[in-house]
């Protein structure tokens, strides 16, 4: 079973700065993809940021500039930076990882309050 601890988040100015982390600990044999989703009261959850094992990112247009996504692989970890908050930013974020134990996973994490005051 892998388990996803998430820290960070919290309160913050429109314009300010945020840093979240998630680390994945447990019985896995690699960790392919690592992501973080965010879900604002009445509305659908979406993607905000994704890494791949080798680097590769990609951003939601709304985050694009402002967030940036990095993993440290030795730590099973990934981190969301996040700049230049809006108000729209509020949201509950949640990370995701998957890969490889004995078979597929797909774990998430039990969610971050970001609340962006303006």
């Known amino acids: 079973q892998v388990q996803l601890v998430e820290s960070g988040g919290g309160l913050a100015q429109a314009g300010g700065s945020l840093r979240l982390s998630c680390a994945a600990s447990g019985r896995f044999f690699a960790i392919t993809t690592m992501e973080w989703y965010r879900q604002a009261p009445g509305t659908q959850r979406e993607l905000v940021a994704g890494i791949t094992r080798l680097g590769v990112s990609n951003y939601a247009d709304s985050v694009k500039g402002r967030f940036t996504i990095t993993r440290d692989n030795a730590k099973n970890a990934v981190y969301l930076q996040m700049n230049s908050l809006k108000a729209d930013d509020t949201a509950v974020y949640s990370c995701?990882?998957?890969?490889?134990?004995?078979?597929?996973?797909?774990?998430w994490g039990r969610g971050l309050q970001v609340t962006v005051s303006s």
């Open positions: 995701r990882v998957r890969g490889m134990t004995s078979g597929a996973f797909d774990s």
